[in-house]
């Protein structure tokens, strides 16, 4: 087996190995955790309870209708990149087309249905909050469109460049504006939107302008970057679904922003251990796709485990800390966050193997397999909220996602095994030879030092 996490014989060329590209972005990903952190803590401090709680569901609302509405046009646009070998160019395209396309849908519908979505799962919130948060929908579609792009074309220096501005210039932004502006929702999602307005479209000149754009795309690339986009879009959207789902059950099911608050500031913390495995799982998809089903295998299994190996690690140091760092950073009002946050942290283990094994489905083309694990997720999350949200608040809340990403990891664990003819322990075990790829890179960096 090799000694690097890099593709065998036959993967298209890079310019670096997929442990280099994997690392890159694991830094760029660990220089951001503190400073989203310190954005939250910014949040949490300068905003009322009910006020972070509004916020929250508005930019989960943006999140959530990207993954309804985006088609899965960025995995798409990857694929056509680099397993079809599409030009740049014709790729840049289609992806601002059908952006500029699915927005004014998007928005058109959201519109159409404005009370239902701002009285049953935004806690009535003031229509101001509504119309920023629908406005946040296509600026962020654009970017995660083109950062895609970015990462179809091996360019991972503006899609790490792309999350760190996006971090570092929000906390200065909201930094800004709640200083120097009365402390409320609106004026935090203000800012976000006004940040995230620039970033994206740097990103969008910097990803098109070295490739050039074509803006009359033929119909057939149109029509099959669509074609493998909808056989991804429905996994996509569940698996946004089962991510965010409990957050719009507890603000329709208990109708208390604060409540929504407590239960975002526990999720906030642990999606800082999500940036590992989704770090690690938008690296694997473009290399994976270039590779044959018997190589990409060995590969995910190799990346699977080293993805668990660091998803293990920083749960064991952050549970024992969160009693107290919790209520020290964001206040004492958030110390009932510290139980559901727990609770949670188990689940990012279990949602580490759907990440990294969705991303192999997915570069193989078996959306359906990936979609009927996803749906078999979701099922069992709504049905645990449903039951335990109206019971136990926001702890059945954490519950309820703890049981569903365990019971979808095991699915989709046992699928990939029987389909890759990997072994369980060749998916979970660290062994020797894995530590060896540590060793090395830290010998290199020692080396480097010392010449």
């Given at each position: 087996?090799?000694?690097?996490?890099?593709?065998?014989?036959?993967?298209?060329?890079?310019?670096?190995?997929?442990?280099?590209?994997?690392?890159?972005?694991?830094?760029?990903?660990?220089?951001?955790?503190?400073?989203?952190?310190?954005?939250?803590?910014?949040?949490?401090?300068?905003?009322?309870?009910?006020?972070?709680?509004?916020?929250?569901?508005?930019?989960?609302?943006?999140?959530?209708?990207?993954?309804?509405?985006?088609?899965?046009?960025?995995?798409?646009?990857?694929?056509?990149?680099?397993?079809?070998?599409?030009?740049?160019?014709?790729?840049?395209?289609?992806?601002?087309?059908?952006?500029?396309?699915?927005?004014?849908?998007?928005?058109?519908?959201?519109?159409?249905?404005?009370?239902?979505?701002?009285?049953?799962?935004?806690?009535?919130?003031?229509?101001?909050?509504?119309?920023?948060?629908?406005?946040?929908?296509?600026?962020?579609?654009?970017?995660?469109?083109?950062?895609?792009?970015?990462?179809?074309?091996?360019?991972?220096?503006?899609?790490?460049?792309?999350?760190?501005?996006?971090?570092?210039?929000?906390?200065?932004?909201?930094?800004?504006?709640?200083?120097?502006?009365?402390?409320?929702?609106?004026?935090?999602?203000?800012?976000?939107?006004?940040?995230?307005?620039?970033?994206?479209?740097?990103?969008?000149?910097?990803?098109?302008?070295?490739?050039?754009?074509?803006?009359?795309?033929?119909?057939?690339?149109?029509?099959?970057?669509?074609r493998f986009g909808a056989k991804s879009h429905l996994q996509i959207l569940?698996?946004?679904?089962?991510?965010?789902?409990?957050?719009?059950?507890?603000?329709?099911?208990?109708?208390?922003?604060?409540?929504?608050?407590?239960?975002?500031?526990?999720?906030?913390?642990?999606?800082?251990?999500?940036?590992?495995?989704?770090?690690?799982?938008?690296?694997?998809?473009?290399?994976?796709?270039?590779?044959?089903?018997?190589?990409?295998?060995?590969?995910?299994?190799?990346?699977?485990?080293?993805?668990?190996?660091?998803?293990?690690?920083?749960?064991?140091?952050?549970?024992?800390?969160?009693?107290?760092?919790?209520?020290?950073?964001?206040?004492?009002?958030?110390?009932?966050?510290?139980?559901?946050?727990?609770?949670?942290?188990?689940?990012?283990?279990?949602?580490?193997?759907?990440?990294?094994?969705?991303?192999?489905?997915?570069?193989?083309?078996?959306?359906?397999?990936?979609?009927?694990?996803?749906?078999?997720?979701?099922?069992?999350?709504?049905?645990?909220?449903?039951?335990?949200?109206?019971?136990?608040?926001?702890?059945?809340?954490?519950?309820?996602?703890?049981?569903?990403?365990?019971?979808?990891?095991?699915?989709?664990?046992?699928?990939?095994?029987?389909?890759?003819?990997?072994?369980?322990?060749?998916?979970?075990?660290?062994?020797?030879?894995?530590?060896?790829?540590?060793?090395?890179?830290?010998?290199?960096?020692?080396?480097?030092?010392?010449?």
């Amino acid at each position: 087996m090799a000694d690097t996490l890099e593709p065998g014989p036959g993967s298209p060329p890079a310019r670096r190995s997929l442990f280099s590209t994997a690392l890159s972005v694991l830094t760029t990903q660990a220089s951001i955790i503190p400073i989203a952190l310190a954005t939250q803590v910014l949040l949490a401090r300068f905003l009322s309870v009910e006020g972070r709680g509004q916020y929250a569901i508005a930019v989960e609302f943006a999140a959530l209708a990207i993954a309804a509405f985006q088609l899965g046009w960025p995995q798409a646009s990857i694929f056509r990149l680099r397993n079809a070998q599409t030009p740049a160019s014709i790729v840049n395209g289609a992806a601002l087309w059908m952006t500029l396309g699915v927005s004014a849908v998007a928005i058109g519908l959201c519109l159409a249905f404005k009370e239902p979505i701002r009285t049953r799962f935004m806690t009535d919130a003031p229509d101001e909050i509504f119309y920023l948060a629908l406005l946040l929908f296509p600026v962020q579609l654009f970017g995660v469109v083109f950062a895609a792009v970015a990462r179809g074309l091996d360019r991972f220096d503006l899609f790490n460049a792309y999350r760190f501005a996006m971090a570092a210039v929000v906390l200065l932004g909201l930094g800004v504006a709640l200083l120097l502006f009365e402390p409320t929702a609106s004026v935090a999602l203000q800012s976000f939107l006004g940040v995230s307005v620039l970033i994206s479209i740097a990103l969008g000149i910097a990803v098109m302008a070295p490739t050039g754009v074509t803006l009359r795309v033929p119909s057939r690339e149109f029509l099959q970057t669509l074609r493998f986009g909808a056989k991804s879009h429905l996994q996509i959207l569940l698996a946004n679904l089962h991510q965010r789902a409990d957050i719009f059950l507890l603000a329709w099911l208990v109708g208390d922003a604060a409540q929504v608050a407590i239960y975002t500031i526990a999720v906030s913390v642990v999606n800082r251990i999500r940036l590992v495995p989704s770090s690690i799982a938008v690296t694997l998809f473009p290399t994976a796709s270039g590779l044959g089903e018997s190589e990409a295998g060995a590969l995910t299994a190799r990346v699977l485990r080293h993805a668990n190996l660091w998803v293990g690690l920083s749960v064991v140091a952050i549970a024992p800390l969160s009693y107290f760092l919790v209520p020290v950073l964001f206040g004492t009002q958030y110390e009932a966050s510290v139980l559901p946050l727990l609770v949670l942290l188990p689940a990012t283990g279990f949602l580490t193997i759907q990440m990294v094994l969705g991303r192999y489905f997915l570069s193989q083309d078996r959306q359906w397999t990936n979609t009927a694990c996803y749906a078999f997720g979701v099922a069992v999350n709504l049905g645990a909220n449903f039951w335990l949200i109206p019971r136990y608040g926001v702890l059945g809340a954490a519950t309820a996602s703890l049981v569903s990403y365990c019971a979808q990891a095991c699915l989709i664990l046992g699928v990939f095994v029987f389909l890759s003819k990997q072994s369980l322990g060749e998916c979970l075990v660290v062994g020797r030879q894995d530590f060896e790829i540590y060793r090395r890179r830290l010998a290199r960096v020692r080396a480097r030092l010392r010449a």
